[in-house]
């Protein structure tokens, strides 16, 4: 079959592209472990008051030792702030929203999912270094979006949690 050479030219742009796409994310999968979230878990956004996790979100430290941080999104607000969580040490977060879509993005680290209402949002991280950083909210959930920041505290080794 002939092909134009300019054809064949976009075919193989066209393919070089998608290449370029598929790498870029086994890429930041592998080097950033920047990925899709995978936890599916449900939850009646208008029963939060009646949940013994989310009716009164926290850090709580399991008995195995886990550190686990429940938050509840809302216009225009991350409950609870701030958030205080120990160093080199996995940190589990599990998000949820009372009413619309939010974001919830630790700012400088590769902490980022949604928080939206009816599911649970679950990832860990390990943060490296001790600081505060800014959470934001980062999809548009209302006129007062752009004030809905959260404080995160990593305590240095020692430090109270
Ligand atoms: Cu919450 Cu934007």
Redo the contacts with the bound molecule.
């Keep these: 079959m002939h092909v134009e050479l300019y054809e064949r030219i976009w075919m193989w742009a066209a393919v070089g592209l998608i290449v370029i796409f598929v790498g870029t994310l086994l890429g930041m999968a592998a080097s950033s472990a920047v990925h899709p979230p995978s936890h599916m878990e449900t939850i009646d956004p208008g029963a939060l008051a009646d949940s013994p996790e989310f009716s009164n979100p926290a850090v709580v430290v399991r008995p195995d030792g886990a550190v686990v941080v429940s938050v509840v999104?809302q216009?225009?607000s991350f409950s609870p702030n701030p958030i205080e969580v120990p160093v080199n040490q996995p940190v589990t977060f599990r998000l949820t929203?009372a009413d619309?879509?939010?974001?919830f993005e630790i700012v400088g680290t590769n902490a980022n999912a949604m928080?939206l209402p009816g599911y649970v949002s679950q990832f860990t991280v390990t943060f490296t270094k001790p600081g505060t950083y800014t959470i934001g909210?980062?999809?548009?959930?209302?006129l007062l979006?752009?004030n809905?920041v959260g404080i995160l505290v990593v305590n240095p080794p020692g430090a109270r949690e």
Excluded: I, P
């Design positions: 999104a216009m225009f929203s619309v879509d939010h974001g928080a909210c980062n999809e548009y959930c209302g979006h752009h809905m």
